[in-house]
């Protein structure tokens, strides 16, 4: 098991819908209900972007198989040999 894949994956359904958010949302105020809603494309817009969508898995293949082969080089150079 990958704890820190785990975690990633926990975190991005934490933040796709805070529990603030999500009360805000079914309070039934209006003016809350709004700004979770601009909160919430805020939120999504800053995800969405060039420099965050590895986030939410937008990053396209070519990306992550350059950003995979330059983490398995910088372990293979770094590693701690035992």
């Known amino acids: 098991m990958d704890v820190r894949n785990d975690n990633i994956q926990t975190a ?20 809350k209900v709004e700004a979770a809603r601009r909160v919430q494309a805020e939120l999504d817009g800053v995800l969405n972007s060039e420099n965050h969508r590895w986030f939410p898995g937008k990053m396209p293949q070519a990306e992550r198989d350059a950003r995979k082969k330059a983490a398995e080089g910088f372990r293979k150079r770094y590693a701690q040999h035992q």
Do not use: N, Y
Request: net charge positive; aromatic share 4%; proline share 5%.
């Open 12 to 31: 991005r359904q934490e933040f796709r819908c805070p529990t603030l958010l999500l009360r805000a949302k079914q309070s039934g105020d209006a003016a």
